[in-house]
């Protein structure tokens, strides 16, 4: 996420940093680059001017000039401007009588219907009022039955409430669909609706018509963060006909350029309020500037970092492995295979890297080594054991590593590799018990 701009910043930035002390002169020139890796990046340019500005008053306001490390307090100040440009962190506002209705619109292949069953997902996980929200999931697709089809399915998956209707008119399905869901007690009723490839004006009376009807408490554009400034065009023409109250940026899994992402909330004045980070319903992440700023300038996002580890790691599992630890029991391969589902959980190493700080330029070079095959592999391998090797992996010679090999599908190096794994797992285990966490990240710097 960000690899370009990330990049294109990056060299701006060195440009401050490389020298002692800035004169005027010098802050011009690094805004300049500053300038020309923004465009580069297909920043809009009323964006880019106001950026530019907020950083140029600080850095010669704030006596960066004589400062003792103008490069450090630059990155600070486009920190900041980065943050302004953003906007605050905004919540998605559900209030009102049940069913509140979230209507979802935008382009063909935006993702709209995807980000239906990540936001119902979302809203079931999230404790809104304190309690589980009951969702369900509509669509007003009528032009592709395979969509409403697409639809259904993630509901089922989600565990939300799917809606049927005979009916291909887009009002009377609204209209049916608000029904069932106040006759099945939904807290949200998320319409998904069609898109078409460009704006036209049907699509838009028809989207105003549903808005009508529907009441929604909040009203979203889902756009491809990938396509640049022709996203922010979009945002605009669908903001002047039905009043948008928040923005999702999907596809930002993607080596983007990143200019949608920073112009989109201050062209429009609409909040970012999600980002889509991926085609897995977990790939979706509430919006904060200051994770994105800290992305956009290689400082990673360590808040999204922990709540995805908080996240993954819940449940009954890690509290049993972590009893296991404390009380000094030797780790098993069941154990091990559980660590494994964990981060598959946790979409895998490369999303991980994107968020820790310093380590987004890692990621080419780890991410090939640990991917989601490789996970699955190595469950496969434990999965070929018996139980007694899973309880006790001493006992695994060479003729059983040969057995679990075959059946796992893989070569004996695997296997090795596998056993070496848990070895080293048991070490770093007993290193944390000795109080060596601090040990642990000092190795690991
Ligand atoms: N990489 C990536 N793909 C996505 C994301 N959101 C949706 N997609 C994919 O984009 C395609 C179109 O999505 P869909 O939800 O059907 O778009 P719609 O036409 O707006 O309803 C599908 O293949 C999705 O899997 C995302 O955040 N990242
Ligand atoms: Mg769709």
Known sequence: MFEFISEKLGKAMSFFSGKGLLTEADVDAGLRELRMSLL?????????????????????????????????????????????????????ELKGAAPQVILLCGLQGGGKTTT??????????????????????????????????QLGILAEKVGALGFESDSDKVPVRAKAALAAAKKQGADVLILDTAGRTVVDAELMDELADVHALAKPSAT??????????????????????????????????????????????????????????????????????????????????????????????????????????????????????????????????????????????????????VDDKMIARQIAVVDSMTPEERRKPMILNGKRRLRIAKGAGVTVQDVNKLVKMHEQMNQMAKMMRGGGLQKLLGRMR
């Open 220 to 369: 979203l554009l889902v756009a491809d963060g990938q396509v640049g400034q022709s996203a922010v065009e979009v945002a605009q023409a669908f903001h002047a006909r039905v009043p948008l109250t928040g923005l999702v940026l999907t596809r930002m899994d993607g080596d983007m350029r990143g200019g949608a992402a920073l112009s989109m909330r201050h062209i429009t004045g609409v909040p970012i309020l999600f980002l889509g980070l991926g085609e897995k319903l977990e790939a979706f992440e509430v919006f904060r500037p200051e994770g994105m700023a800290g992305r956009i300038l290689g400082q990673g996002d360590v808040v999204a970092l922990v709540q995805k580890v908080q996240a993954a790691t819940q449940g009954e599992d890690s509290a049993k492995l972590e009893q296991k630890l404390l009380s000094g029991q030797a780790l098993d391969m069941n154990d091990l295979k559980k660590q494994f589902a964990m981060m598959k959980r946790l979409g895998g190493m490369a999303g991980l890297l994107d968020l820790m700080p310093g380590m987004g330029s890692m990621k080419d070079k780890i991410a090939g080594q």
């Open 116 to 149: 239906a069953g990540k936001l119902a997902k979302w809203l079931m996980d999230t404790r809104i009022h304190g309690r589980k929200q009951t969702v369900m999931l509509a669509s007003l697709d009528v032009y592709r039955p395979a969509a409403i089809e």
């Open 40 to 92: 580069e990046a297909d920043v809009a340019l009323p964006a880019i001017k106001h950026l530019l500005g907020i950083v140029r008053e600080r850095a010669v306001g704030e006596a960066v000039l004589k400062g003792v490390n103008p490069g450090q307090q630059i990155v600070k100040i486009v920190y900041d401007a980065l943050l302004e440009l953003l906007g605050s962190e905004t919540k998605l």
